[in-house]
């Protein structure tokens, strides 16, 4: 009888260890789920925190860059509502809601001061004002612009704008890219204006870093011609004169047969354009973030 009761004893205990086992191991698995259910969420959490948190960086930038480009009135917050940005047109923004903006400051100072507009135009017969007889000023080409009440007239007047402002003579100045045509061209035309030919007017295909500034090349070219002195004094004072700087490096000039003879090499320069581009950020599951 009482080994009977001691294998009872022994089958229950053994019975209990085993329910022990099998509760341990289910909670064991309950937490190992839980802990890895709680690893997902808190890192997705982490990675929807950091889109949420790149988008309010973005948003912000582009926000501050609409504001100093001055496309749009200034909003009533720190940055455009949606309501905002619908509203928002360009064509009917006046310059005095945008103060201290690239737009006001180009159109208000740059696009209006009389040195600029009075440098003749490439084809100055087309931007002379028949009223004025004098180069198209800003005030009167956005005048045009305005009053224009067809398509065809808004187009003419877009495009004198677009060739006759005096905006145009800061690209004209200092071009965002090595063009040797229309460098060769322009010189061209300074011989012509002093009633001359150039013997030769080529460049070099020799391309450098200018010395002074930033981000400027140089286009190397030689230019050889032989004429009366005062003609070519006149050709010198039109290239001192001319809207494109030149920088002569060598020159040599010989009297021969009652004539000067001028060989020279000369520099131009050209601007490396400034490009806007966009970053990519990538947010890993991690909320860790890389640039590109």
Request: aromatic fraction near 6%; hydrophobic fraction near 40%.
């Amino acid at each position: 009888m009482a080994k009977e009761v001691a294998v009872l004893k022994r089958a229950k205990i053994s019975q209990a260890q085993q329910y022990m086992i099998l509760a341990v191991l289910g909670a064991a698995v309950v937490f190992g789920v839980a802990l890895a259910l709680s690893i997902f969420f808190g890192s997705k959490i982490a990675f929807n925190n950091g889109v949420i948190a790149e988008e309010e960086k973005t948003i912000v930038i582009y926000s501050k860059a609409i504001q100093e480009i001055g496309v749009c009135a200034k909003p009533k917050g720190e940055i455009y509502t949606d309501e905002e940005l619908k509203k928002c047109n360009p064509n009917t923004v006046s310059t005095a809601s945008v103060q201290d903006t690239l737009r006001s400051n180009i159109l208000e100072n740059m696009a209006k001061n009389e040195a600029l507009a009075s440098v003749p135009n490439e084809d100055a017969s087309k931007c002379i004002n028949p009223k004025t007889k004098k180069n198209y000023t800003y005030e009167e080409l956005q005048e045009l612009y305005n009053s224009a009440d067809t398509d065809e007239k808004i187009a003419s007047a877009s495009n004198l704008i677009q060739s006759c402002s005096s905006l145009r003579v800061i690209p004209d100045a200092l071009p965002v890219f090595k063009n040797e045509e229309a460098l060769l061209a322009s010189l061209n035309k300074l011989f012509n204006a002093a009633g001359l030919e150039p013997e030769s007017l080529s460049p070099t295909n020799t391309t450098d870093v200018a010395t002074f500034g930033t981000n400027l090349n140089t286009i190397s070219l030689r230019l050889a011609v032989e004429a009366e002195a005062w003609q070519v004094e006149k050709l010198l004072d039109n290239i001192e004169r001319s809207i494109r700087d030149f920088s002569i490096e060598r020159a040599t000039i010989e009297w021969q047969e009652g004539q000067l003879n001028l060989q020279a090499q000369a520099n131009a320069f050209y601007m490396d354009p400034s490009i806007l581009g966009e970053s990519t950020t990538t947010i890993s599951s991690g909320a860790t973030s890389n640039e590109n």
